[in-house]
């Protein structure tokens, strides 16, 4: 059993993931009863809040590449307030966070308030005996949820709702951007000033995978081809593309800076008929198809998109990759990637997969097949100054 100071104390010394493992998710009528009973020993008895409503955004700008999937972009929080302010026009929100005041500008409404950098223990006060609450993905934001008797809307995370909570992704439109680090070499400070920047300028929420947390993304009815291994950390890229946007749908980018935001992208292919929408290519060189290369003005880039899932194009993408991994799993295993960026022109015919073979040249195939499903005015990447 932790008390009030026990708990606190794990908070502070960073040991909240075990107490959260040992104690909260684990199941049996022990952990009820713990839960229960630090209800009736301390969130019984603390005062009532002067809000009605609390939201507890994450923002840690001093690690945010390694937090960067804990983060919730400021877009989707006024979109939450919107909805808030609309479904209780009575209520007073309070917004519990780190920063400066002038960061949340995107967030003044009238009866909206803050309560910044304050010590853990008054926003874990305020939090838990709140009417409403908006749960982060953070494991504070969860344990005030689980102790709560108000009603709790969250953000999808690692940790598992209560059956009563409310998924606020079903009630306010979700958008993200798919990015990945494919390698286990670190990521270059060039590539964390473009996440930043992509994350920032995009106004939607970032999914950045790596080794560590693929697996939580493969299906169990669709695992990685076996070539996949074998390949080089740019092809597994390549590979991942096609595998999550046939599977997953939403925006995927590599990991450059981009010239805007998607948000009225998003909403333009929500609202069509259309399956994917892209930047535009400029010139028959860009195309790696080279028998459409001359209807280059039809296609779309393939370093950004946003994609309907389970389409047509998806589903013929993602099915042609697949047939060439088939064909070349057996040299791969005998000549599997050595550097990054490996691929038959430049590894002396070994390496057996070209530089856009399982990537570029399906997808602008694909995409000629279907160009009356595409558009082509997503925000372009920015493509120097990147690596």
Not at 17 to 23: A, S, V
Not at 85 to 91: A, D, S
Not at 96 to 107: A, D, P, R, V
Request: charged letters at 25%; proline letters at 3%.
């Amino acid at each position: 059993m932790y008390d009030t100071e026990e708990i606190l104390r794990l908070f502070n010394t960073g040991e909240d993931k075990k107490f959260i493992e040992n104690i909260i998710i684990s199941k049996g009528n022990q952990i009820e009863d713990s839960i229960d009973s630090f209800k009736k020993s301390y969130v019984k008895t603390l005062k009532k809040s002067k809000f009605e409503i609390a939201i507890y955004i994450f923002n840690d700008k001093e690690n945010f590449i390694k937090e960067l999937n804990n983060y919730t972009n400021f877009n989707y929080y006024k979109k939450i307030l919107e909805y808030l302010i609309k479904t209780y026009p009575r209520y007073k929100i309070c917004i519990f966070s780190t920063g400066n005041i002038t960061e949340f500008e995107s967030l003044f409404y009238d009866n909206v308030y803050f309560c910044l950098n304050k010590p853990l223990k008054i926003i874990f006060n305020e939090i838990v005996n709140i009417k409403i609450l908006i749960s982060s993905k953070i494991v504070l934001s969860y344990l005030c949820s689980l102790l709560s008797d108000g009603k709790i809307y969250y953000i999808p995370s690692k940790h598992k709702p209560l059956k009563l909570w409310k998924n606020i992704y079903n009630i306010v439109k979700h958008r993200k951007i798919y990015t990945w680090w494919t390698g286990e070499n670190d990521i270059t400070e060039n590539r964390k000033r473009s996440l930043k920047s992509l994350y920032n300028r995009s106004g939607v929420d970032i999914i950045f995978i790596t080794n560590q947390n693929l697996k939580e993304y493969i299906l169990e009815s669709e695992p990685l081809h076996s070539a996949y291994k074998y390949l080089s950390f740019t092809q597994r890229g390549d590979y991942l593309k096609a595998y999550f946007m046939n599977f997953y749908g939403g925006g995927y980018s590599d990991i450059k800076e981009t010239t805007g935001d998607w948000n009225s992208s998003f909403d333009k292919l929500d609202n069509s008929d259309k399956w994917i929408i892209g930047y535009k290519e400029l010139c028959p060189d860009d195309v790696a198809y080279r028998p459409v290369a001359n209807y280059w003005y039809y296609l779309i880039g393939n370093g950004a998109y946003i994609c309907k899932p389970g389409t047509s194009l998806t589903k013929e993408w993602y099915r042609e990759m697949l047939v060439v991994l088939d064909k070349k799993l057996e040299l791969l295993k005998r000549y599997p990637a050595v550097f990054p960026q490996d691929c038959s022109e430049v590894s002396n015919k070994k390496y057996p997969i070209g530089w856009n073979e399982i990537n570029g040249r399906i997808f602008h195939k694909i995409c000629y097949k279907y160009k009356d499903k595409l558009i082509n005015t997503l925000p372009t990447s920015i493509f120097s100054n990147y690596r």
